[in-house]
């Protein structure tokens, strides 16, 4: 089962947290919310789904502080900064940093539900990608050397030929090595192949 989305509120501001709960509940999703970064660190787990609504300005360590930390950890949390006026420079920091977005005070409601919805959405499709990326590079990792260096070449449109040419070998050989491939690899045909390739991370394609 899928875990829920969250939308994970830091804020040592109070009154500021029970008003962004009680906004973030007012549309059915479900909110926690933290009064440091510290308090957040804590909890923070890699399976966490959702988003950061992230006060960029807090004692201790600030929202840029934290969001480096996560990106370090590799927590692949979409964060929305919020920002006064005076922190817009430091916003701007956080979006070249990798921050999703961020929005000023006072904040129209409907405005931060709207990126809210969107930082979920973009989070989701994210994680579908990098979850089909695994699964790629897991299949890729079943191949033995000499399968890999036919892919490679098959993916980077040599013939059968080309390649029995290239590694020395019978062009009935490269037929056998080729078949495994795409038996291991679950691919129906050159052109799934490739595409697998191109979403992989561990196969050089020439664009």
């Given at each position: 089962?899928?875990?829920q989305?969250?939308?994970?509120v830091?804020?040592?501001?109070?009154?500021?947290r029970?008003?962004?709960?009680?906004?973030?509940?007012?549309?059915?999703?479900?909110v926690?919310?933290?009064?440091?970064?510290?308090?957040?660190?804590?909890?923070?787990?890699q399976?966490?789904?959702?988003c950061?609504?992230?006060?960029?300005?807090m004692?201790?360590?600030?929202?840029?502080?934290?969001?480096?930390?996560?990106?370090?950890?590799r927590?692949?949390?979409?964060?929305?900064?919020?920002?006064?006026?005076?922190?817009?420079?430091?916003?701007?920091?956080?979006?070249k940093?990798?921050?999703?977005?961020?929005?000023?005070?006072?904040?129209?409601?409907?405005?931060?539900?709207?990126?809210?919805?969107?930082?979920?959405?973009?989070?989701?499709?994210?994680?579908?990608?990098?979850?089909?990326?695994r699964?790629?590079?897991?299949?890729?990792?079943?191949?033995?050397?000499?399968?890999?260096?036919?892919?490679?070449?098959?993916?980077?449109g040599?013939?059968?030929?080309?390649?029995?040419?290239?590694?020395?070998?019978?062009?009935?050989?490269?037929?056998v090595?080729?078949?495994?491939?795409?038996?291991k690899?679950?691919?129906?045909?050159?052109?799934?192949?490739i595409?697998?390739?191109?979403?992989g991370?561990?196969?050089q394609?020439?664009?």
């Amino acid at each position: 089962m899928a875990a829920q989305q969250t939308v994970y509120v830091v804020d040592d501001d109070a009154a500021m947290r029970k008003s962004l709960r009680w906004l973030v509940e007012s549309v059915g999703l479900k909110v926690e919310t933290y009064s440091s970064a510290g308090e957040f660190l804590d909890a923070v787990r890699q399976d966490m789904v959702g988003c950061v609504v992230l006060d960029v300005r807090m004692p201790g360590m600030s929202g840029l502080d934290l969001q480096e930390q996560l990106k370090d950890e590799r927590i692949s949390l979409p964060v929305i900064i919020i920002t006064g006026h005076a922190d817009v420079p430091m916003a701007v920091r956080a979006l070249k940093a990798g921050a999703y977005d961020f929005i000023e005070k006072p904040f129209n409601d409907q405005v931060l539900l709207e990126r809210v919805q969107k930082a979920l959405e973009d989070g989701e499709q994210e994680r579908f990608v990098e979850d089909r990326r695994r699964t790629i590079d897991a299949k890729i990792e079943t191949l033995t050397p000499r399968e890999r260096q036919v892919m490679e070449m098959v993916v980077n449109g040599m013939a059968n030929k080309q390649v029995a040419a290239e590694l020395g070998l019978s062009e009935k050989t490269i037929e056998v090595h080729r078949k495994h491939v795409m038996d291991k690899m679950q691919a129906g045909n050159v052109a799934d192949l490739i595409r697998m390739a191109m979403r992989g991370s561990s196969v050089q394609t020439i664009d």
